[in-house]
């Protein structure tokens, strides 16, 4: 079974910075499309960025262009989420997720695997 732990989360206000991790094991990811989400309170989950493990190409959805940066360590099996300048709609759960393939998905039905979550809370 993939693993996925997300860690980094938080309270802050707005305009300050957070950095998400998410530490996958279990087996090799090479092909494999890392991707982060996020569930406000009262709200669908909804696509936030994704990243291959292989290439690094990566996608945004259009409310964090510019603000947030995913990343990845191949070496460490991680994946990152440098939010920047935060608002406070970025509050919501953030969850870890990955796909078999290399994939542009943004529905959370596409992805395979899922961590438990790390709470944002973003004041004003």
């Known amino acids: 079974q993939v693993q996925l732990v997300e860690s980094g989360g938080g309270l802050v206000q707005a305009g300050d910075s957070l950095r998400l991790s998410c530490a996958a094991s279990g087996r090799t990811f090479s092909s494999y499309t890392m991707a982060w989400f996020r569930q406000a309170p009262g709200k669908d989950r909804e696509f936030v960025a994704s990243?291959?493990?292989?290439?690094?190409?990566?996608y945004y959805t259009n409310s964090v262009k510019g603000r947030f940066t995913i990343s990845r360590d191949n070496a460490k099996n991680t994946v990152y989420l440098q939010m920047d300048s935060l608002k406070p709609e970025d509050t919501a759960v953030y969850y870890c997720?990955?796909?078999?393939?290399?994939?542009?998905?943004?529905?959370?039905?596409?992805?395979?695997?899922w961590g438990q979550g790390t709470q944002v809370t973003v004041s004003s």
């Open positions: 997720a990955a796909d078999r393939y290399f994939t542009r998905a943004t529905s959370p039905g596409e992805y395979d695997y």
């Open positions: 990243i291959t493990w292989s290439g690094g190409n990566t």
